[in-house]
């Protein structure tokens, strides 16, 4: 190969500078040439695309967000898009291209791949941890931790007032931000969009519980499981209880990545390089048990992932 492109694509996550600076530094490496694309599948299609050198990915393995930038492209969805893409792609004689981003990003790879026959190979970026076939997505940990500090610290003021604070994470589809958190801080009740739940059942054991001397309760709510603010509104009702309602929102999706998303999304970012290079396509790269694992890319974008139940078991042990 001449050259590859690298872009991040969709919702931003901590760690995708250390996978695309990985990508860079491998294939730098290796002599062949790298170009950037800029806010992802939208740049592609204006030929937002620039040829990067090591110093172009150096201090950014601490920094948060993309320094290629990520937007979303309507446009990309068409046959049309999908075209003038691949021509700003060619035109810069690029013959391979890795995608960091979620399942819609690499929906996009997997079209273009069909269409074009362009080696892709994918990087599973998404605070949601949802992509089929990876224990883990770039930007998860860090996302975790951060809503895990919120959790404490809600905990110290819930205590306080004798409160219920119910906390919303993000997870439209997918329960593992609000799963993992929940249990790790210790909530009473955790709310996902994979699992029912009986809000009337739920109101009388918070107000039994309060009556048997309890000072607060934590609430996680994925944002897919229902709207939190409504909830609030309810269990005060129903419970007489003083309620109140946190929507972390997208403080999420910032801060430094940690020491896990640093190592893995560099890991798989160099996995990647080294695959495109070696004529490999059509694969993600993830992680089995601590393990870097290839995936099919058209079976990770056509197959959900569904949220560990021995998860869902633990917080209902654990509550």
Same mark, same amino acid.
């Given at each position: 190969m001449e050259a590859i492109a690298v872009m991040t694509s969709g919702g931003d996550s901590p760690g995708m500078n250390a996978a695309?600076?990985?990508?860079?530094?491998t294939a730098l490496y290796e002599g062949v040439?790298?170009?950037?694309?800029?806010?992802?599948?939208?740049?592609?299609? &204006?030929?937002?695309?620039?040829?990067?050198?090591?110093?172009? /990915?150096?201090?950014?393995i601490q920094r948060g967000g993309t320094f290629l930038g990520t937007a979303r492209s309507k446009e990309f969805q068409t046959p049309e898009g999908r075209q003038k893409a691949f021509n700003n792609l060619k035109e810069h004689n690029i013959d391979g291209l890795v995608i960091i981003g979620g399942d819609g990003s690499l929906r996009g790879g997997a079209a273009m791949s069909m269409e074009f026959g362009?080696?892709? /190979?994918?990087?599973?970026?998404?605070?949601?941890?949802?992509?089929w076939g990876t224990d883990y997505t770039i930007g998860a940990d860090t996302a975790?931790?951060?809503?895990?500090?919120?959790?404490? &610290?809600?905990?110290?003021?819930?205590?306080?007032h004798r409160r219920i604070?119910?906390?919303e994470v993000m997870g439209r589809k997918s329960g593992w931000l609000a799963m993992t958190t929940g249990i790790a801080g210790g909530a009473e009740y955790i709310l /996902?969009?994979?699992? &029912? $739940?009986?809000?009337?059942?739920?109101?009388?054991?918070?107000?039994?519980?309060?009556?048997r001397g309890k000072r607060y309760s934590i609430i996680v709510v994925a944002e897919g499981a229902c709207d939190a603010i409504g909830l609030g509104t309810v269990v005060e009702e129903k419970t007489g209880i003083d309620t109140r309602v946190s929507v972390l929102g997208y403080i999420q999706r910032g801060g430094s990545p940690t020491v896990e998303d640093r190592m893995k999304a560099s890991m798989i970012g160099e996995k990647a390089a080294l695959a495109l290079l070696s004529g490999v396509t059509n694969k993600v790269y993830g992680f089995d048990s601590g393990?870097?694992?290839?995936?099919?890319? $058209?079976?990770a974008v056509n197959n959900k992932k569904t949220l560990d139940p021995e998860l869902v078991r633990l917080a209902r042990v654990l509550a």
């Open positions: 695309a600076r990985a990508v860079v530094r040439n790298v170009y950037g694309i800029h806010n992802g599948y939208k740049g592609m299609i &204006k030929g937002d695309i620039q040829k990067l050198d090591s110093r172009s /990915v150096s201090d950014l362009i080696p892709i /190979v994918g990087l599973p970026g998404t605070i949601d941890n949802d992509v975790a931790n951060t809503i895990l500090e919120a959790i404490n &610290k809600l905990r110290d003021t819930a205590s306080a604070i119910a906390v /996902v969009p994979e699992v &029912k $739940f009986d809000l009337d059942e739920m109101c009388h054991e918070l107000r039994e519980s309060y009556d393990k870097v694992v290839a995936i099919d890319l $058209f079976d």
